[in-house]
């Protein structure tokens, strides 16, 4: 019975140190309560966001990275609802710089941001973008037929607080030719026309 109690006494001090760890900091406690059904939505501030990216995967710029910045509005100042919030567009204005030499671009998109449950949200963007890559196929860089390409993409993330966040992204970046039927550049060739970008990556937010 005494051995009991002793080992009994032991865990009860092994748990009792684990919440004062937990719970000596009223502040990183609260931050990290389980999940909940009511979303955290830093949307209506300004953030800032940078990361890298594998990107042109599947094409020949393949075994690149990109290095990506921006800057998010806060949502327009529409007359909605809470319940309509997340159809109120921010603004992202970035770029993509390519470490190797391979195509960089820059962009302003028009983003969305939903609240999904507690600290996870989605996002989806789709904007113009400009670029210092070929309009023709070469060797080294795929070709993207007109110096104004399509920007779209999405995003899932975590909030680890009020301020920072992690997102793994996809973006897509094309002349648009499939789907808008867009003719410029190699757009007028017959094949080979269409060739876009493929990018994934990982960015980090500070929302201010």
Not at 18 to 46: H, K, M, Y
Not at 85 to 102: D, H, K, M, T
Not at 149 to 167: C, E, K
Request: with cysteine.
């Amino acid at each position: 019975m005494t051995s009991r109690f002793a080992h009994l006494s032991a865990w009860s001090a092994q748990l009792l140190v684990v919440a004062v760890i937990f719970c000596a900091d009223g502040a990183r406690a609260q931050e990290w309560t389980p999940l909940s059904p009511v979303p955290i939505d830093p949307a209506n501030r300004f953030e800032v966001r940078a990361g890298v990216f594998a990107h042109g995967v599947g094409s020949v710029e393949k075994d690149t990275v990109d290095f990506n910045g921006s800057f998010v509005t806060p949502r327009l100042p529409l007359a909605v609802g809470d319940f309509w919030a997340f159809v109120v567009p921010r603004f992202e204005i970035g770029g993509a710089a390519n470490l190797s030499g391979r195509t960089s671009f820059g962009y302003v998109n028009a983003l969305w941001t939903i609240p999904v449950w507690d600290r996870l949200f989605v996002e989806a963007y789709v904007a113009p973008a400009i670029h210092d890559g070929s309009l023709t196929p070469t060797a080294t860089q795929a070709g993207l037929g007109c110096d104004v390409l399509f920007h779209a993409g999405a995003s899932v993330g975590y909030r680890f607080n009020d301020h920072w966040s992690i997102m793994g992204t996809f973006e897509h970046l094309s002349n648009g030719k499939t789907l808008f039927g867009i003719n410029c550049g190699t757009n007028r060739a017959a094949t080979g026309s269409n060739q876009g970008l493929n990018n994934y990556g990982v960015r980090i937010g500070y929302a201010f």
